[in-house]
């Protein structure tokens, strides 16, 4: 997580990214390491109330692949955050919310585009996520998704 606001990692080797600039407002982080925290357990249930207190019948979320798979060759999801998810949505139940869950909401796992990384010296062995059409047959991003 937060490999472009992450200082040296290989997409902010300088920490000059926008990400590490100061926020323009009060109410924002110097980077996007936490978003909207909706990752933490009172600040999704507190969500959940608000939704709910206003009327809304549906509780929109994203499955994060990144945190599903985060390594490559990962057969099956992690377990902590099959957890999480598992509880969101129990919680949303619970409240007799609708959940409408996005699959893909443009956080791809950093391995599938290492094409950037110094450390990957083999030129066969790099990966351009969604653009990878050496050949599309075998586009990696796509078997995983």
Do not use: C
């Amino acid at each position: 997580m937060g490999v472009f606001s992450k200082p040296g990692s290989w997409l902010n080797p300088t920490a000059n990214n926008i990400a590490q600039s100061l926020p323009g407002s009060l109410f924002t982080q110097p980077n996007g390491e936490d978003a909207i925290d909706g990752f933490n357990r009172n600040n999704y249930l507190e969500d959940i109330k608000k939704i709910k207190a206003l009327g809304v019948g549906t509780y929109r979320l994203s499955i994060s692949w990144p945190r599903l798979f985060p390594h490559i060759g990962m057969n099956t999801p992690d377990e902590q955050e099959i957890e999480y998810y598992t509880n969101v949505l129990n919680a949303v139940k619970a409240a007799g919310l609708t959940p409408l869950v996005t699959l893909y909401h443009w956080d791809l796992p950093a391995w599938l585009y290492n094409f950037g990384d110094p450390k990957i010296k083999k030129k066969s062995d790099r990966t351009y996520g969604w653009l990878d059409m050496r050949d599309a047959k075998n586009n990696l991003t796509l078997k995983e998704f």
